[in-house]
């Protein structure tokens, strides 16, 4: 199995949005300047170029740019797993090595997308990233969105390579997570994906999360995962539940990223509209998401005092 180090990387990761000018085009003072905020969160890391990243709607220079932007940030300050998925396989590989010449701590991909893929198809797609560095490699799995349903046999394929650290685990079930842990080994990561259930996720076997909604709230499920670790679990029950409302918030809007960086506007963190088809947030919206602003901070700042 692999012998991937768990407690160098364990713990909360933020999944980085993206950063444009008003034009839309990739801001790096930007993209510092949002690396820079979570900083001193409690989080452990970035989650680079990923569905929160935008990563599949920008080109592969563009997504050089934003890795380079958070390296010369916080290199060293934050643990960053840079998202190098792509449709073609050669273009996977060219961002693999630019994250790895970039200073990055590990990489991390999806499956092509559109075509439907052979299993087979898609462990060689991800071999030619995990062979063209020295990186560790975290497998993505979202079968939501890419249409791929990762298999207990195919991770303990995978797993067998020094390389291969771990997986994001972003199916929806709890069940499909404790298998692929158990499948994997003690020294094999599993993170878990759905926000709404961190707290599930961590107690059947998760070793951290890596989530979008973190980004409007890291504190809060920062002190999350340490009521877990403290074996508080009716406070943390709580807290997720409070989390969930947050969420279910967000995601009553048209965009559920234009919402969360509408929130991070409100903060002074500029990151700019969503890279359409996605959609930017409504004038009408302004007022309600301001509130929902006010609710998360002062939730953040009761439960970290707590």
Not at 59 to 82: P, S
Not at 101 to 116: F, L, M, Q, T
Request: aromatic share 8%.
């Amino acid at each position: 199995m692999s012998t991937g180090n768990v407690a160098a990387f364990e713990g909360v990761y933020v999944a980085m949005y993206s950063a444009y000018d008003a034009e839309g085009r990739v801001d790096v003072d930007r993209v510092k300047k949002l690396a820079r905020y979570y900083v001193g969160t409690g989080v452990k890391g970035l989650y680079v170029g990923g569905s929160s990243g935008e990563g599949i709607l920008q080109n592969a220079e563009e997504r050089k740019q934003v890795v380079e932007a958070v390296m010369e940030e916080v290199k060293g300050e934050l643990t960053v797993i840079v998202h190098v998925g792509a449709n073609s396989t050669m273009e996977s590989v060219e961002l693999s090595q630019h994250a790895e010449a970039c200073g990055a701590d590990a990489i991390s991909a999806v499956p092509s997308i559109y075509y439907r893929l052979s299993e087979s198809a898609v462990e060689n797609h991800w071999q030619h990233m995990i062979d063209s560095t020295n990186l560790p490699f975290i497998i993505y799995n979202i079968p939501q969105t890419t249409g791929f349903q990762l298999s207990v046999n195919l991770l303990k394929k995978m797993a067998q390579q020094e390389k291969v650290i771990g997986v994001k685990m972003s199916g929806e079930s709890t069940f499909e997570l404790q298998q692929f842990k158990d499948a994997g080994g003690d020294d094999f990561l599993v993170f878990n994906g759905p926000d709404e259930q961190f707290l599930a996720g961590r107690i059947m076997g998760a070793d951290g999360g890596i989530g979008g909604t973190y980004g409007v709230m890291p504190e809060l499920f920062c002190k999350l995962n340490t009521l877990y670790k403290e074996a508080r679990l009716e406070e943390a029950k709580a807290l997720q539940t409070e989390i969930n409302a947050i969420i279910k918030q967000l995601l009553s809007y048209p965009s559920l990223y234009g919402a969360c960086k509408y929130i991070l506007s409100l903060r002074g963190i500029e990151t700019g509209h969503p890279r359409l088809p996605m959609l930017p947030v409504r004038e009408e919206d302004h007022a309600s998401l301001a509130a929902l602003n006010q609710k998360i901070e002062e939730t953040m700042k009761h439960i970290v005092s707590v």
